[in-house]
């Protein structure tokens, strides 16, 4: 079974352009989480997507959002990029059942914003 | 709000020494608590949980303890390998559906 995907690996972008990442979660899991890495804060929270719809979601500015299509693929957004969004971005879907013992890491993406 | 705190690295031992990585938590909301490891250039695996106090976790040879009156969930190992090398979080989780909260990470490096 293949694991969760993220795309791209790494990203280069300048203050104030937008980007978007990419997580496909394994196969029969419906819930994606996000997370952002940093050496500074560590690892915090952005939002949690189940069936398509926000359940839960972190402490971040509206410029962070995200959205979950119907084959449980999720997509994260971040507009008017600012040089304190570098990080690593890591992706984690878990099944159905709210089990946090099976959550599902990706390898991540790297944003470097210049 | 909720937090976790754990021991800032690194940690530098050798081959076969024992390993402690303190983490203490905020209880509030009787949260399950949970050992992440990251290994260079992957994402983060479960290593290890426990869901209530007195519960040990344990996979790998490491093992955790869940302490109520202490509010710690101290990693530990007997005899490391150098393949233990990686950054290791702590997280607690609150009852409901929040995202994990987690420690800022502790880099191990293990020498042979």
């Known amino acids: 079974k293949a694991g969760v995907t993220q795309t791209p690996r790494y990203l280069i972008k300048t203050r104030g352009q937008q980007v978007t990442l990419s997580c496909s979660p394994i196969s029969g899991h419906r819930s994606v989480s996000w997370y952002q890495q940093t050496p500074g804060q560590g690892l915090q929270f952005l939002f949690e997507?189940?069936?398509?719809?926000?359940?839960n979601k972190g402490n971040f500015p509206g410029r962070f959002s995200g959205r979950q299509f119907s084959n449980s693929r999720s997509e994260m957004n971040v507009s008017t990029l600012e040089l304190g969004d570098s990080a690593l971005y890591l992706c984690?879907?878990?099944?159905?059942?709210?089990?946090?013992?099976?959550?599902?890491f990706g390898s991540g993406t790297q944003l470097s914003v210049l | 709000g909720n937090s976790v705190t754990q021991m800032e690295g690194p940690v530098t031992l050798s081959e076969e020494a024992f390993l402690t990585i303190n983490c203490t938590y905020t209880?509030?909301?009787?949260?399950?608590l949970f050992w992440y490891v990251q290994y260079p250039g992957e994402g983060l695996q479960l290593l290890l949980k426990?869901?209530?106090?007195?519960d040990k976790g344990s996979n790998k040879g490491f093992e955790a303890t869940y302490r109520k009156e202490t509010t710690s969930f101290h990693l530990e190992k007997g005899s490391v390998q150098v393949s233990d090398s990686a950054v290791y979080f702590c997280?607690?989780?609150?009852?409901?559906?929040?995202?994990?909260?987690f420690g800022k990470g502790t880099h191990l490096i293990i020498q042979p």
């Open positions: 209880a509030t909301g009787y949260p399950s």
């Open positions: 984690a879907s878990r099944p159905e059942s709210p089990n946090v013992e099976k959550l599902f």
């Open positions: 426990a869901t209530k106090a007195d």
């Open positions: 997507y189940f069936s398509e719809t926000q359940r």
């Open positions: 997280a607690r989780q609150g009852r409901g559906a929040d995202g994990l909260t």
